[in-house]
């Protein structure tokens, strides 16, 4: 057993509190304050202009009781006052402006400033950012100076380390790389490149991509609404250009206090993050369990270079502004058994295979890895494994491969309250049998696959919820995925700016996922700037995206109360892929009490077999024909071979007239497989 320490210290001076954590009989600690006071600094409030907050770059009001609910508050750079340069808007990918959060940012050189006004009180911040890569690769770091009020000076260290990704999936860290997959057709040339004479030139770096990366800084105290926060990219820094994308701003509560614990400091945890602490974390989880203890982490930064093991414990830190168990990523020679090649820092339950783990509680601190490039067979995510009858809650993630992938089968996890950020691959997905399970008021930035996914391989995904999250700017793929399953539910969301081969919401049969089965509930979504471009087909797809590529999609899928915002393309996409088109179709599924408020082409493309109904479906801003009707491109005399349903109260439309009007229904071909796009206005109250 290990040794226990007895003592408890709080000592208060007249500076601003600085807490110091003892541990005691049973990890016994005290831990009180933590590096952020509550007198108001900066004496006069500096005129200037009002500050804007928004939130996924649009006004608050447009998007209200959708997404998470979060205790930070969200200004974009292009709003802010700067002397740097405004980059965008622009939806073409690989390029800056096209993954920044509205799709527009700050570009700064070196001695120039971009300045936020907090709209209220504020002790952190976080900045959402990008610096150049080296010019091999590999990322540089550069610093970013941050005054409040033109006070005294806070330096970040920023890095694009862990950003810049290149080439064909799954993609290389070597701007200067020759194409991963020559055999591969490829949108550039419209081509094979390895079957084409002469051989095509392709441009290098190809297709740059994941470009932004974030830090949070404690300020030290607490200002007013109304103080200014400059962020300067200093002269002479290394970095040729700082792009600023937004600052969120909030008051960061106290360290929370677990008295009495298994306290890993007892263990022989460091909290400075010099030496290695799985062991401690072992040796206190042991503990815990044998004395139905909860583990608490203290204040401090652990190191923690591979996966430690969870199973019926409750491990809780002082809040993930302060609890931090961060590890490198580690070469594993041999490979592991299950395909890695490396290990790193995350929090993992049992394999289902040996039944999973079960009653595991995970709250308060943050996980921060160091992965650098994707590796699909790997294990280094934040959170894995199979974990029953358990809750994630209140964590912070970001540079881990996946924030949360639960290998089922397993049931009833509660994973809320979450921030996930910066992965090179998805932030959540339910893999494999994974039934009645929740996913709520999370927070979802910079992934580099789907943000959520329920991936119904081998064994359906059931009676699941996807309730109130916010994704933002993923790289690739979607905002929220759902491979087959059955009786799952997703609703209240807010998705923002996809940004290539991915729309907001896809329901897919694909990647060898279990059929639909049951009801799919897709409800009181907003999704805004999706729609966007598929470079493998070059065509433009749906804010939302049903797609038939394996089996025939008709379980009872309903859309109701959904919001479609400023779609580059369409808002609704149905398609099969061409090699399986007269296979496979798209029935049952009825999209209800919609607004569509700007698509660059049209409402709804059909590119599939099948049928779809709509009820009180109102549209605005409609840039092409309403319904863009192919069917399966054989276009036989009788009609497409996708029919539309009109239920009624269907209004609206844009350039060409009525969204739905009599003479497309019920499935009259007005197949235009590219039209011109037009781009809508900026979405407004309805």
Request: with cysteine; charged share 15%; proline share 6%.
């Amino acid at each position: 057993m290990s040794r226990s320490i007895i003592g408890v210290t709080a000592r208060r001076s007249t500076r601003p509190p600085r807490w110091v954590a003892a541990a005691a009989v049973i990890g016994l600690s005290l831990v009180v304050g933590g590096g952020a006071g509550t007198a108001y600094a900066g004496g006069k409030t500096p005129s200037g202009p009002a500050p804007v907050v928004t939130r996924a770059g649009l006004d608050p009001s447009l998007v209200a009781g959708r997404g998470a609910n979060v205790d930070f508050l969200e200004q974009e750079a292009e709003n802010a006052r700067t002397n740097g340069v405004v980059i965008g808007p622009d939806r073409t990918p690989y390029t800056l402006p096209s993954e920044a959060s509205g799709r527009r940012a700050v570009k700064l050189t070196p001695g120039q400033y971009v300045e936020f006004t907090l709209p209220k009180a504020a002790n952190a911040i976080t900045v959402r950012y990008s610096l150049p890569d080296a010019p091999n690769g590999g990322g540089i770091t550069a610093p970013l100076n941050v005054t409040v009020n033109g006070g005294s000076k806070k330096t970040m260290t920023l890095t694009s380390q862990y950003a810049w990704l290149y080439n064909q999936y799954s993609f290389t860290n070597d701007p200067n790389a020759d194409l991963l997959h020559p055999d591969w057709w490829i949108t550039e040339c419209a081509c094979v490149p390895a079957a084409t004479t002469p051989t095509p030139t392709i441009t290098k770096p190809f297709r740059p991509m994941h470009f932004y990366d974030e830090q949070r800084l404690l300020l030290g105290q607490t200002y007013r609404a109304g103080d200014k926060v400059r962020l300067t990219a200093p002269a002479g820094s290394n970095a040729a250009w700082t792009v600023i994308d937004l600052l969120d701003s909030q008051l960061v509560a106290p360290p929370q206090v677990r008295l009495i614990a298994a306290n890993v400091l007892a263990f022989g945890a460091d909290p400075t993050g010099r030496r290695d602490s799985a062991g401690a974390f072992d040796r206190a989880i042991a503990f815990a369990k044998l004395t139905r203890l909860k583990v608490y982490v203290p204040p401090g930064t652990y190191q923690v270079n591979r996966h430690i093991i969870v199973d019926d414990v409750t491990i809780e830190g002082a809040g993930s502004w302060y609890t931090i168990i961060k590890g490198r990523e580690v070469a594993l020679d041999p490979p592991a058994p299950d395909g890695s090649v490396h290990t790193g820092v995350g929090f993992y339950g049992k394999d289902a295979a040996v039944g999973g783990s079960n009653n595991v509680h995970l709250s308060g601190f943050a996980i921060e890895g160091d992965v650098r490039e994707r590796i699909d067979t790997d294990q280094v995510n934040g959170i894995g494994g199979a974990m029953s009858n358990s809750t994630i809650d209140g964590l912070h993630i970001r540079h881990t491969k996946v924030g949360l992938w639960f290998d089922g089968p397993m049931t009833n996890v509660r994973v809320t309250n979450n921030v996930i950020v910066d992965q090179i691959a998805d932030a959540l997905n339910f893999h494999i049998g994974v039934t009645d399970s929740v996913v709520a008021n999370n927070f979802i930035r910079n992934t580099g696959d789907d943000g959520l996914a329920m991936w119904s391989e081998t064994t359906a995904n059931a009676n699941n919820t996807f309730d109130h999250n916010t994704v933002q700017t993923p790289t690739l793929a979607n905002g929220i995925a759902i491979y087959g399953g059955t009786d799952n539910t997703v609703s209240n969301n807010l998705v923002a700016d996809p940004i290539r081969e991915g729309s907001g919401i896809q329901i897919g049969s694909r990647f060898g996922a279990q059929p639909f089965a049951g009801h799919l509930w897709i409800t009181n979504n907003t999704v805004v700037r999706a729609g966007t471009f598929e470079l493998n087909w070059n065509i433009g797809l749906g804010a939302i995206w049903i797609y038939a590529l394996e089996k025939t999609i008709d379980a009872d899928i309903q859309v109701v109360g959904d919001h479609y915002l400023d779609s580059t393309y369409n808002a609704i996409m149905m398609v099969s892929e061409w090699s399986v088109k007269d296979l496979y179709s798209i029935r049952n599924v009825h999209f209800k009490d919609i607004r569509v408020d700007g698509t660059g082409t049209s409402v709804l493309s059909a590119r599939v077999s099948g049928s779809a109904s709509f009820e009180n479906v109102d549209a605005r801003n409609v840039g092409a024909v309403g319904i863009n009707n192919c069917g399966s491109f054989n276009f036989p005399p009788t009609g497409s071979e996708f029919s539309v349903t009109d239920l009624g109260g269907n209004d609206g439309g844009g350039t060409t007239g009525p969204w739905l009007a009599a003479w497309e229904l019920p499935n009259t071909i007005t197949c235009d497989d590219r039209p011109p796009v037009v781009v809508p206005p900026a979405p407004s109250a309805w």
